[in-house]
């Protein structure tokens, strides 16, 4: 059941009728838990058991640690270890098998790979961050944000959010939980934006370009323009389509009566790669910050006296870019993915171009982005390789172009990115400088609807991070 | 709420100025008859097959008869002389087509017809959604078919689709739109900068991706699916099918 299909319209419609029905927030967080453990088990009726057997400890733990509970710590190394622990059963278990056998193949020793052969629960490295971030905020402040079970376990399941975020933090959600909430028509105003864009560029956008970009990752090795255009490709496809899903996700949330995070902000504008991770998946970063990047700078600052006071700058990124890598994926061009966005950040802050440095002058701004944005297209490359040999392949053994066959193929790809970019960049602009002028922002939207509905009919692709 | 009103305005505003332009465009009638329009020829291969050969059974199916039965150790068991029409990942459209259409009008009624089919199996998706499959059943589809009509065309259709393919030509004509739009964001730089159009443009990616396509890979992503899909005794054929012992 995609955000995008009629069975989800017809669930949505059915539950937001009977929701604004009931008048008391306890009614409405209840049924609400009902329908979000609905929609998963649509999916996966086993991993949905997983869901709630998870969550029922999860709460139960945030509560002893929240009532003062002697062994704070303990608690909360059991409810750690029990979610990533889940997480790396289900999501890391085969790639480390598979790599620790290889390593130990290479070194001479005839050794097969355990492999379990389960799938992946949807959602579970969303929902699981949801769950280690209120637990973690439980243990810090001694406060627990949910009242009663229900209101924790929606905040884990709720159905807009489980298959691709945004990672919501409890603090915002659950005190919306709390108050009670009546319809108002501002909902459907705000609302209706958002889920028109999401349709537009999910179905216009991000499924049209995907068919550009995928051929040529299926070939065994593309020349290197080939796999230029097509990381370009990639690189609009992958800001479609997630945006998309948080468009989709929020304008849903938004018609319930929620306020829920925004998850991008123009990345591709981004000059520095901290600025970039401030503006791409910004409630993955935000929780990276927090639960990891500034914890092992504290800790590493607090050794400044025993430790160089490099490792304090550069060890924090790469640390938490690598994990950040293998949150999105379970295989070496991740990890490698993850590793060049830490060096990155730790480059840049060791050059002075960290935290909020900004270029002075134009001149300086647009050359500032050109390079970040030549970083970020190659970091797609990497991302999206179907392997490392097919990338190492491709960087270094690949021609430049294989012919003349190659220089068109590539100047049609790029063609089909400028043409089917133009609409984003086109919203960027009315954004910025024409939301005054009349008619210009609703003659967009109803271009986008017409674009919708003449693109519509043709079955739609997963969401990119659902595989996440 | 002001923004929305315009919003509405403009779109119906746009959507009449489609459904004006667009029936002109593509030369298209409306209200649109969406039912597809077959000739009355069918090919009749299996059907002169049959009155050449005279067997006592015909065995229909995809890859599952193609890659598992043995039709030698068959005859040499049974006696009996047999027919196999072979399609790699046809479907019921198709097989309900060749014995209506083929089999069933044929002078010579073998006494046995034999379906073969796994729906556990995967078949190459491209081979359906990119059209592959439309062309083999125009082969074997008279133009009365009604029943192929309605299961594989109409049915998949809800009446709010079949309402706008109909009446709205801003929908019935989308795809039309879609390829002229789809044409020009794929073919604008190529024909500036190198003067190579639709022709050129699709013989190089022909050269490009059909030359280069990683077969091996694709067949292991396959077989992948198939294997995380499945059981493993899915796979085997005695298991799916209670098969008489003397084929097995």
Redesign the interface.
């Given at each position: 059941m995609e955000l995008t299909s009629?069975y989800f319209v017809l669930f949505f419609t059915v539950i937001l009728i009977m929701y604004w029905l009931l008048r008391q927030a306890h009614r409405q967080n209840f049924f609400l838990l009902v329908a979000s453990y609905l929609f998963y088990a649509w999916f996966d009726v086993l991993y949905t058991a997983l869901l709630a057997i998870s969550s029922v400890i999860d709460y139960h733990l945030g509560r002893a640690l929240a009532g003062g509970h002697s062994r704070r710590k303990l608690l909360l190394v059991i409810s750690l270890t029990l979610n990533l622990g889940t997480l790396g059963v289900f999501r890391y278990f085969n790639f480390f098998s598979e790599s620790v056998a290889v390593l130990l193949n290479s070194l001479g020793w005839r050794v097969d790979a355990v492999v379990l052969?389960i799938?992946v629960p949807l959602g579970i490295s969303f929902y699981t961050f949801k769950k280690i971030s209120y637990i973690i905020d439980v243990y810090r402040t001694g406060k627990s944000p949910a009242g009663n079970f229900v209101e924790y376990a929606l905040y884990v399941a709720f159905f807009p959010q489980i298959l691709a975020g945004p990672i919501e933090r409890a603090r915002k959600l659950i005190p919306q939980f709390q108050q009670t909430r009546v319809w108002r028509?501002e909902f459907f105003?705000d609302a209706?934006?958002l889920l028109l864009m999401g349709l537009f560029k999910k179905i216009v956008i991000a499924d049209?370009i995907a068919l550009v970009a995928n051929?040529t990752f299926?070939?065994?090795?593309?020349s290197k323009v080939?796999a230029f255009a097509a990381s370009l490709g990639f690189t609009l496809q992958i800001l479609a389509d997630f945006s998309a899903y948080t468009d989709l996700s929020r304008g849903f949330a938004r018609l319930l009566g929620f306020e829920t995070s925004e998850n991008f902000h123009s990345p591709y504008l981004a000059r520095t790669p901290t600025e970039f991770w401030n503006r791409w998946h910004i409630t993955l970063s935000e929780w990276l910050r927090d639960y990891l990047f500034f914890p092992i700078r504290r800790a590493l600052l607090q050794r400044e006296r025993t430790l160089h006071p490099a490792f304090a700058w550069v060890i924090p990124p790469l640390a938490t870019m690598l994990l950040s890598g293998l949150w999105h994926g379970a295989g070496w061009n991740f990890v490698l993915w993850g590793l060049l966005h830490g060096v990155l950040i730790a480059v840049y802050q060791v050059l002075g171009f960290g935290g909020s440095w900004s270029p002075r002058g134009a001149l300086r701004q647009v050359a500032a982005w050109a390079v970040m944005f030549v970083f970020i297209i190659f970091s797609w490359i990497i991302f999206r390789s179907?392997s490392l040999d097919w990338f190492s392949n491709v960087l270094l053994t690949a021609p430049f172009s294989?012919g003349?066959?190659?220089?068109?193929?590539t100047?049609?790809s790029?063609?089909?990115v400028?043409?089917?970019a133009a609409p984003l960049v086109i919203k960027l602009l009315i954004d910025r400088y024409f939301t005054r002028l009349p008619?210009i922002?609703?003659?967009y939207?109803?271009?986008a609807?017409?674009m919708v509905?003449?693109?519509?009919?043709t079955?739609v692709q997963d969401f990119v991070y659902f595989r996440f | 709420?002001r923004?929305?009103l315009?919003?509405v305005?403009?779109?119906i505003?746009?959507?009449l100025l489609?459904s004006t332009t667009l029936p002109s465009v593509y030369g298209t009638r409306y209200p649109r008859n969406i039912e597809p329009e077959f000739d009355s020829r069918v090919r009749p291969i299996h059907r002169n097959a049959l009155i050449r050969r005279i067997p006592d059974a015909v065995f229909i199916g995809d890859s599952t008869l193609g890659d598992n039965v043995d039709f030698q150790q068959i005859h040499a068991l049974l006696g009996i002389k047999t027919y196999d029409i072979v399609i790699y990942g046809s479907a019921s459209a198709l097989w309900y087509l060749i014995i209506k259409n083929n089999i069933a009008v044929s002078p010579i009624t073998p006494d046995y017809l034999v379906l073969f089919f796994r729906e556990t199996m995967l078949t190459t998706p491209d081979y359906r959604?990119t059209g592959q499959y439309f062309p083999i059943i125009e082969e074997f589809v008279g133009k009365n078919d009604d029943l192929l009509a309605r299961y594989s065309y109409l049915d998949q259709m809800?009446w709010l689709?079949k309402l706008a393919e109909r009446y709205f030509p801003?929908?019935g004509d989308?795809?039309n739109?879609?390829n002229s739009?789809?044409y020009?964001?794929?073919?604008?730089?190529?024909l500036l900068?190198?003067t190579?159009g639709e022709f050129?443009?699709s013989?190089?990616?022909e050269?490009?991706?059909a030359a280069?396509?990683?077969m091996d890979?694709?067949m292991m992503e396959q077989f992948g699916a198939e294997?995380?899909l499945t059981r493993e005794q899915d796979f085997f054929f005695n298991y799916r099918v209670s098969v008489p012992t003397c084929l097995r």
């Open positions: 009629p052969n799938f028509g105003y209706w934006q049209s051929r299926m070939l065994s090795e593309p080939l179907p294989r003349q066959a190659d220089w068109v193929v100047l049609a790029l063609s089909a400028a043409f089917y008619l922002e609703p003659a939207y109803a271009l609807a017409v509905v003449v693109f519509s009919g079955p | 709420m923004t929305f315009q919003f305005a403009l779109f505003l746009l959507s489609a959604v809800s689709e801003l929908y989308r795809l739109f879609r739009l789809e020009r964001f794929n073919h604008t730089l190529p900068l190198l190579c050129c443009v013989e190089a990616r050269l490009v991706y280069d396509l990683d890979q694709l294997h995380n």
